[in-house]
Every structure is written in C-alpha cells, then in structure tokens.
C-alpha cells in the first residue's frame, strides 16, 4: 500500500525530522518505489515537489530532507502504483484550485470500477484512481456550495458523504488540505500524534535518528501528525478508526460535526455508485 504523512500546526514548522524517516519507506525499509511526492501550503500558496523516483534515494528528497520549509500544513506520499505508469503526472499529492484557494490530495488505496462523471471544471492529467477521486470530490463540493465555501462543518459533513460514497467501490484513505483544515480519512489503516508539551524525545522507526523537540519548540507550540503507520518507535499514535473522517487545526482534532462512517450506510441524497 501507499505511504501517507500529513501534517498540521499552530505555528509555522518544518517536517525535517518526520520527513527523514518517511521517505525511507521509499525504496529503503519498505517496497514503494514508485514515486514520492511533498506539498507545503505558505500563506495562500502552495509549495510542490513531486518526484517518480523512489524517495530512499532521490536527490530531491535529500533536498527537502534538509530544506526546513515551515509550514502549517503538509502532506506528503510515497507511491506504490496499482493504477496509472509510473510517471510525473501521476505523483500525488495533486493540486488544484477551489473557492479561490488551492487543494492539495493524496490517496492510499485502490479503487475499483470507478468512473464518475464529471462536470469538465475539474480534470485529471494522469491516469489514476486517486487524481480521478480528487476531481470528483472538488466537483461534487463545487456544484453543491455553488456561492461559495461554505461553514467548515457543512464542509466536513459534505466530505464525509463523498469518503462514504467513493470508498465503497476499494480502500479510500487520504490526506485532503486547503491550507486552514488537514483532513485525514481511514478507510483501512491511519493514525496520528499530537505533540504539545511537554515534548517528548522521539526516534524515528525507519531511520536511526533521535530528536529532543523540547529544545526546538516553544511551551505553546502543537503539532499534529499523522501517517499510514507510525514514524516513530517510543511514542503512543492513535489509531484512527476505519470509516472516519478527522480535521485537524492549529495542530489538534478539531469537533465540527459527525465523522464517523458505518459500512452499508448511506447518507440522504445520495445514491450509490454503479
């Protein structure tokens, strides 16, 4: 399966020390080796580095392993392709604009006979499940708020119909950002930490690297971050239960309506996929 790392913070951080580890999945400790890609969201702009190369040894993830990019949101992913040639155009995570603010996806799963209809506003360049799934959910949100981005717990009741309607064609987890929420849905496997003081020493599961955050974080700095699987082998990450949708802002779970999907549950208005 796919890796996926998210990120989500109260003030501007890198992703240095959980990058590091990560990336190892790329090739190193674990078998994807078919592309990796990061995205950094910088006030209203989003930063963007996809590779098709492996990330255990791509000399643009060395770069951003030692580029301290600060950040309130990332998302990161490490390809194991079951749909789509190994190619740049089908790197995650995807971006695109939406309400006048950019999106970034990244998607760990597969999808089977999935062919949703489109509007045309929103496109897919590659040939993935997971780009296709992307222009699908920006698509329905765009037809459905057509005034405009609506409450932030409209939006999440909204994307958890879509996570619910998609995922019941394959495994659906993914990493979903707008630059102010990181939305995190497990279908079969995610987890996450919250690190807030006092801060732990932490050391990494993939890599044999140590860090002691309490001397590079003030008393009111949190960080939230989430992966497939733990990057870290001292700490306690929760797992998040499949069939729920999470939102994390300024580095914490954020309650803003139901989130959690039942399997057969089908929300009102909506018709299931054939």
């Known amino acids: ?48 580095f996809l590779d098709p190369s492996p990330s255990a040894d791509s000399p643009v993830a060395e770069l951003v392993r030692h580029y301290p990019i600060r950040s309130l949101n990332v998302i990161a992913h490490i390809r194991k392709a079951t749909q789509g040639e190994v190619r740049l155009e089908n790197t995650h995570p995807f971006q695109r604009e939406l309400w006048g603010r950019y999106w970034i996806f990244a998607h760990n799963g597969n999808l089977k006979d999935y062919a949703p209809a489109l509007s045309g506003r929103f496109m897919p360049v590659g040939t993935t499940d997971s780009e296709l799934a992307f222009c699908h959910i920006l698509d329905r949100l765009a037809q459905r708020f057509a005034a405009g981005a609506p409450a932030p717990a409209e939006l999440q009741a909204a994307l958890r119909e879509l996570a ?111």
């Open 164 to 274: 619910l309607e998609i995922g019941a064609l394959g495994e659906f987890n993914f990493l979903l950002s707008d630059g102010e929420r990181l939305f995190a849905h497990c279908s079969t496997r995610l987890c996450y930490i919250v690190r807030q003081a006092p801060f732990p020493v932490a050391h990494l599961a993939d890599d044999d690297l140590t860090v002691d955050f309490a001397t590079v974080t003030t008393p009111d700095d949190r960080v939230a971050v989430i992966a497939t699987t733990p990057l870290t082998d001292n700490e306690r990450w929760t797992p998040i239960e499949p069939g729920t949708l999470l939102a994390f802002r300024h580095g914490e779970l954020e309650t803003l309506g139901a989130t959690r999907t039942v399997a057969g549950e089908l929300p009102p208005g909506l018709r299931a996929p054939r």
């Open 1 to 48: 399966m796919c890796q996926l790392l998210g990120m989500n913070c109260n003030v501007p951080t890198d992703i240095c020390f959980s990058f590091a580890g990560f990336r190892k999945r790329g090739g190193a400790t674990d078998h994807h080796r078919d592309g990796w890609g990061i995205a950094f969201f910088e006030g209203r702009g989003a930063r963007v």
